[in-house]
Each structure stands twice: as structure tokens, then as C-alpha cells.
């Protein structure tokens, strides 16, 4: 294996132990600003509430969507594994982390491909940078879908990220027109993601205009790549890379919180995904309330992957149990009535929204 390769594996590896060993989560995402309206008559049976829902012409028992998270160095593949089983067993969305290492080495490919062998009804994405996707071409697209045999392509956006790596990609241009060629090329429904930092209103409009179906707003709040890569700097032994500790400990502060990006981008089209920092069924369910269609989530399931997959089921039947309670605190017998329950929205979250209407936020 070439340094370059091995590198962009190991690289996988250090991602996985620093967010399960590190605090690296950025900020608040907004959802203490946001609460749904107490139903005090729901009149509807808390026994019977379905959490099912659909997304992009698939059937799945529950909006929670495994966000992508590994893959791509052998030491990642029972953690890929353990979270396929759990997304077929309970009928849940499973995005992988980013294929590049394996596009770039084909003998990592099992670290990706195990997902589909333990998964083989569930709901699947493949990963692929935008950079990456400009500079190899819908091919390596292609193969990224084929190596999971998924149901859509997510392709990711981590400018932030780049922007601290040393050995990052600091150059950004070509990669929405890259997007809309791919949109046009390709058979698999494309997801445009952030890994952190939010979407706004112009970027989904660019998004949509480009061909995408769906946008993961991936907003500020929750794992932050700036904190990540602070923390590698930190660590590595390259007297070169200590300037950028510094420079992710300032920008783990930047980003649009990931409620007022589903508001922004939930303004221009959908389905779109919330996810940045929801760590519970209530923030699942204010998601929800607010429009959108699934709920990712990474970090809150990262530890229980490592651990077993009793605690990763224990963990999603938890959220799954509030989810449920507060659908029938809300009287939403359904996700879709939760879309017409109302809400209150305070504090900077209102203010950064624009809009005066506490009735319904973010449309
Ligand atoms: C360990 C880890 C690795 C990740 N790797 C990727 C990746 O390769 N590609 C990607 O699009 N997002 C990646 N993400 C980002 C998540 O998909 C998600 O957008 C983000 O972490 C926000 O969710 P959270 O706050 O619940 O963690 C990763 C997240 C974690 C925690």
C-alpha cells in the first residue's frame, strides 16, 4: 500500500478513537430553544403509535437514520457490521462512513461491503466526498454504491474539516458542478450532507437546482470536525501541524446550529435529513415537528457500536421509548401528525430563524 492510501486509512482509525475517547461535540444545536405544545387530551393510545415513515420510495420502521460514521481500515469493519445488523433488525436507514480508503484500495472494501451482508433489507447509503467526486468522476461513484449495493449515495461536505487538515483538500471549486453531473449520470438518488457545520437556504438551493433529492443538513451543535482535527494536531508529532490545534479550537465555534439549518433548508424543498447534535427521542421528535423527514444521528450510537450489540439496541430502543412518549404527550398517533403539532421557538433560535410567528417555525 502507497503512503497516501495507508495514510487516508489510518486516518479512519485516529477519527473513530478520538470521537469515542475525546470531548468533541461543538455546541448547542438549538433544540433547548425549541419545545412542542403539550397535548393534554391526546386521545389517541400510546400502545399503538407508529414510528414508521418512508424516504425516498423506501418503507422503514423508525425516522432514526444511522448517519455514516466508519469503514475503511480493518480495525472500523465490526463496528460497520454490528451497526448493519442492528439497522436490519430494527427496519432503520444506515449511512457508511466515507469509501474513499477503499476506492483508493480496493482490499478495505470489506470494511464497507460487510454492511450490506448483515443488512440485506435495510435502507443503505454510500459515502463519497464532494472532492473526491470532482476529481475521479461518477466512476468511483458508481463503485461506491456497488461495493454496499445501496439505495442512495450521500455525498458529503467537510470544507471545515479540510481547511484544518494538513494533508487536507483546500481547494473547493468544480464540486457543485461535479454534483449536477453526477445528478444527471447516476440512478441512485444523490443525498448532498455537512458533516457539522450546516446547510443554508442558498446552498439547498443550489443543492436542489443541481438535481439532489435529499439534503442532510449535518448542522453545528453535535460532533465537531474542528474539535476532531484539534485534537490530532495535538497529537501528532509533526512540530509543523501545532498551529492548527489552534486553529480548530477557534473554528469549533462555527457553523449554523443544526435547527436553524433544517429551517433554512426546509424553506427551499425537501426530504431533507436533521442531524448535528440530536442525542434523544425529544430532539428526534422537535426535528420532526419542524419538517423533517429522518433524523441522523452519530455519535450517541458510536460508543454503544464499540461496545456490543446488546447496548446498541438497548440505546435505540431508549430513544425510540421517548420518541414515542412525546409523540403521545404531542397527540401525534403518527410522524406525520407530529408535523402539524405546534411549537414555540425562543431565544437565539427565533432570532437567527427571522421569524415572529411562534406558532410554526422554519416554513
Ligand atoms: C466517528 C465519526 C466518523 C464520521 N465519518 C463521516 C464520514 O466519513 N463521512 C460523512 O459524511 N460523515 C461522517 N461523520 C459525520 C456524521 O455522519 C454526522 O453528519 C455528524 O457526526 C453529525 O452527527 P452527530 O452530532 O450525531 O455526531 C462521522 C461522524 C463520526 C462521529
Not at 461535479?178 to 450532507?193: W, Y
Amino acid at each position: 500500500m502507497g503512503d497516501k492510501k495507508r495514510f487516508t486509512s489510518s486516518r479512519k482509525l485516529d477519527h473513530l478513537r478520538i470521537c469515542a475517547e475525546e470531548e468533541i461535540e461543538s455546541g448547542d444545536a438549538g433544540f433547548g430553544d425549541i419545545r412542542i405544545v403539550h397535548n393534554a387530551l391526546p386521545e389517541c393510545d400510546m400502545g399503538t403509535i407508529s414510528l414508521s415513515t418512508r424516504f425516498l420510495s423506501h418503507h422503514l420502521s423508525s425516522p432514526l437514520f444511522i448517519a455514516g460514521m466508519t469503514g475503511g481500515h480493518p480495525g472500523t469493519k465490526e463496528a460497520n457490521a454490528r451497526l448493519a445488523r442492528i439497522a436490519e433488525r430494527f427496519g432503520i436507514g444506515m449511512g457508511v462512513g466515507s469509501q474513499r480508503a477503499a476506492l483508493e484500495n480496493p482490499e478495505l472494501a470489506d470494511t464497507f461491503s460487510v454492511v450490506r451482508d448483515e443488512a440485506p433489507h435495510a435502507f443503505l447509503v454510500a459515502n463519497l466526498g464532494a472532492v473526491q467526486l470532482r476529481d475521479h468522476g461518477i466512476a468511483w461513484a458508481e463503485d461506491a454504491v456497488e461495493m454496499i449495493g445501496a439505495d442512495a449515495l450521500a455525498i458529503h461536505l467537510n470544507f471545515l474539516q479540510e481547511a484544518i487538515q494538513p494533508e487536507g483538500d483546500h481547494n473547493a471549486a468544480g464540486c457543485l458542478a461535479a454534483i449536477e453531473e453526477l445528478c444527471a449520470g447516476i440512478r441512485t438518488p444523490v443525498i448532498v450532507k455537512e458533516t457539522g457545520c450546516g446547510i443554508s437556504a442558498e446552498t439547498a438551493r443550489a443543492c436542489w437546482g443541481a438535481g439532489v433529492s435529499a439534503i442532510d443538513v449535518g448542522g453545528w451543535g453535535g460532533t465537531s470536525w474542528a474539535a476532531v482535527e484539534s485534537v490530532r494536531a495535538d497529537k501528532s508529532r509533526r512540530t509543523e501541524d501545532r498551529h492548527l490545534k489552534s486553529l480548530g479550537e477557534d473554528l469549533t465555534g462555527w457553523g449554523i446550529p443544526t435547527v436553524v439549518s433544517l429551517a433554512e433548508v426546509l424553506s427551499t424543498g425537501s426530504p431533507v435529513i436533521a442531524s448535528g447534535g440530536i442525542r434523544s427521542g425529544l430532539d428526534m421528535a422537535k426535528c420532526l415537528a419542524l419538517g423533517a423527514d429522518l433524523c441522523g444521528m452519530a455519535l450517541p450510537l458510536l460508543k454503544p457500536a464499540l461496545t456490543s450489540d446488546a447496548a446498541l439496541a438497548e440505546r435505540i430502543e431508549a430513544i425510540h421509548r421517548e420518541l414515542t412518549a412525546v409523540m403521545f404527550l404531542s397527540g401525534a398517533a403518527q410522524v406525520s401528525d407530529l408535523r402539524k403539532a405546534r411549537l414555540y421557538v425562543t431565544g437565539k433560535t427565533r432570532g437567527m430563524i427571522g421569524r415572529d410567528d411562534p406558532d410554526r417555525s422554519g416554513r
